[in-house]
């Protein structure tokens, strides 16, 4: 079938100059705000943001996460500044270790990030009272007003916050791009505009001011950028309630930009405060919140997967968005209360019971800043939009006219164009949603009309689309004076080679034969890989390059008319997801790795963070009992007089390589280990080989110390909603084994990189306890349990504590285990050691 739209010509310049919203008068680079896209410097600019909050994770591994997320295309970093984990007591401000606000924003400086204070005071954020101390609610009877009672305990709290990132803002070129006022409240207009006059009293400065404005906002005129989000999956929505339409939608390409469905649980529904679309006239597209996976409640456990998360954010930029924002982009673990637990419960008359300190979010980068397989799927993004973001931007988002029925029509394809109203633009598809599978879409064209220009049709003969398949594809791409009129291929990045060529790097889609269309005009010569077809189609001008098998050596070179040379690389799907760019041994490079890469410019070096099976896809634990995955430790019986053990698996990454373009003048340096060079078509690979036999990694010893008692009986809280088993019940009905995790053998001192327990369990919810101190904890979802034997006092024995699902339990999982059974399968200790490349 073939597919049409036509781009209508240019609209009216954006307006500008028409918000109240200015930077530093010494920015070198000023951040405006148009009515659609967002500048700097003058030019569209087009950010990538990811939470990360600072008081959820160590402050000894800030950095190294910090350069993790920017390796993975983040530009902009936003972190809540939750009031509670800082004055959980009044007046004892802290500010100290884990809560040094002023250290993450100069991190974030250091290497290259802005930042985004989101200041609350109320954050959400899954956090008890939403972030609000027990004794400001103690002191007001309506927070989240100009009641004066709350207005006077929240002025010292903005001062608090000012003081510790004095200095930092535009005007004293620092990192501090913008600054969020509360979150989602959407009918208070009057209270969001007298914190932002707080907040600006108290010494903070940033060019933009932003607030959520989902659920129909209604925002103070023009004093807040509105921001958007969308998520794959909620667990705020109820167990038996299936996937939920609001968001389903965000699988479909639409100009609407609110979600009428996050925090639907804390507001009434069927009030709103605002059009949804009330801001699209004045404001760009922005996102602050779209799902970079999602949180677990207690009664409902939805699974988010990569390509839910991949086909979410790229159908986000089809719609035209020009800002994407995720929530989470990298998980944390909620600090232990003075006084209470932290978290969001059923106890504070919140409607969900969440764990009392994972928040793990299945997130790109996980709790314990493990790489998930979403973190390559954003990666892919966010390297185009770092090379063609200012080209992206100003592009209107243009539906065809033969879209999907409605939000339950499976068959129809899924498409947009970005389009700059004149010839060019860019191509979008997304045929993955998550629980529903969307068919194979075969015999597909697209012919996409422009004004200033001739029409374009592609591939040259009609495709399968498969089901699963999210892309975008160029058209009539300028690439340092070439002009690529169409690929059937994504753009990935450029980088300039060894020869001093402009190199153009796509990836193909699986099941799509990747084609490229090369304007005659701007070509004079053409080299194409052994295999692939070059034919010159008089009638369009055109220079059709087919027959191409994606990988390293799917290297085309032209050269153009105005005599520079050009290639064009189309890496296989597979290997484009390995594809990382960066300052590396003083150049821009192309790195190709499949396991974690960060570039440390200040200390030119480039680390390497083996990857172990992530947890993603490591099997699913406990549907049924049917999985066997590894040796197992027989379950405790009732009979058990003695302890029961078991040896467990040990795994352990020695080998890495990276694959380099340009190559650097010489193979770089790793301590450690011999580095081996060789070709990788078109890039140089360097192959770490250890000097030294890897030492054996101790494993842990699994020891069932006694079963499970019957299930609690299901409670309910809030909203009549399943709530969390009481704490009571851990000591008296919860299955108890105990992981004892050697110490590393005298000698052999542990290599420096990441040493995980990963625990394979079926139950219900699991906690983990050194003595009496609880260290861990989760919500059985299915997936493995991993603990960063980091986080444990040393050589000291774990505690497991497992209760098991009562069969009548209102709770959604993604896979059910047997009512009644509480049981750790096995558990490995998963050691990688952290390779440095620095220069000879």
Known sequence: MRHRVSIPPPPAPPLRGHLPFADAPTAPDPVEVTSRWLTRGGRPWFPVSGEFHYSRYPAREWEEE???????????????????????????????????????????????????????????????????????????????????????????????????IDGL???????????????????????????????????????????????????????????????????????DGGWPDTCRKHFFFTHQRDDEGIGADLRPTTVRGADPDAYADKFPWATCELGGGMAVAYHRRPR?????????????????????????????????????????????????????????????????????????ELRLQHLLLADFGEVVAPMRSVLPDGRPRGQHDRDTLRWAVRGDGRAAGFLFVTNHQPHEPLPDHPDTSFTIGFPEAPPLTLPSTPVTVPSGAYFCWPLRLDVAGLRLDWATAQPVCTIVDDDGRTVLVLAATDGIAPELALDARTVTNIAAPPGADVTAVTDDDRILVTGLRPGTDALVGAETAAGDRVALLILDAATARTAYRGEAWGAQRLVLCADGVVFDAPNDEVRIHPRPSDDENSGTDGAGGADDDGPRTPAPTASTSTSV???????????????????????????????????????????????????????????????AGPPPAPETGVLDRASAPADEHYATRAAVYRVDVPAYPAGAPAPPGADLLRLHWTGDVARAYVGDTLVADQFFTGRPWDIALDRLPPGEPLTLRILPLAADAAVHLPVTPRPGIAEVRHAERITTRTWRLGTT
Not at 658 to 685: I, M, W, Y
């Open 169 to 239: 803002d535009r005007a004293h070129d620092g990192p501090i791009v913008a600054i969020q006022i509360e979150n989602e409240l959407y009918d208070r207009p009057g209270h969001l505009r007298t914190l932002k006059r707080m907040a600006q009293e108290a010494g903070l400065s940033a060019p933009l001011w932003t607030s959520t404005a989902w659920g129909g906002v209604h925002l103070p005129d023009d004093e807040l950028l509105p921001l958007y989000g969308g998520y794959p999956e909620a667990f705020w929505t109820e167990a």
């Open 304 to 376: 988010v997967d990569a390509a839910d998360i991949g086909a979410l954010g790229l159908t986000k930029i089809g719609c035209g968005s020009v800002w994407q924002g995720y929530y989470m982009f990298h998980g944390g673990t909620n600090p232990t209360g003075e006084r209470t637990a932290l978290q969001e419960s059923h106890a504070t008359a919140y409607p969900n019971d969440l764990p009392v300190l994972t928040y793990d979010f299945q997130a790109p980068l996980g709790e314990y800043g493990q790489y998930r397989p979403s973190y390559d």
């Open 66 to 164: 910090l350069l993790k997320m920017k390796a993975g295309g983040v530009s902009v970093v936003a972190s809540y500044v939750i009031w509670i984990h800082h004055e959980e007591t009044e007046g004892r401000v802290r500010f100290d270790g884990d809560r040094d606000l002023r250290r993450f924003a100069l991190l974030c400086a250091r290497h290259g990030l802005d930042f985004v204070p989101r200041i609350g005071p109320w954050s959400h954020a899954e956090v008890r009272n939403g972030g609000l101390p027990d004794w400001v609610l103690a002191r007001t009877t309506a927070p989240r007003t100009d009641d004066p009672a709350y207005l006077t305990a929240v002025r010292p709290w903005l001062e608090a916050i000012a003081s510790q």
């Open 645 to 707: 053990s078991t040896s467990t698996s040990t795994s352990v990454s020695a080998f890495v390589s990276v694959s380099v373009l340009p190559a650097p003048p010489r193979p770089p340096a790793a301590p450690g280990a011999t580095v081996k060079e060789s070709q990788d078509g078109a890039l140089t690979r360097y192959t770490l080989v250890p000097d030294e036999d890897v030492p054996t990694v101790p494993a842990p010893t699994l020891t069932a110390l006694r079963p």
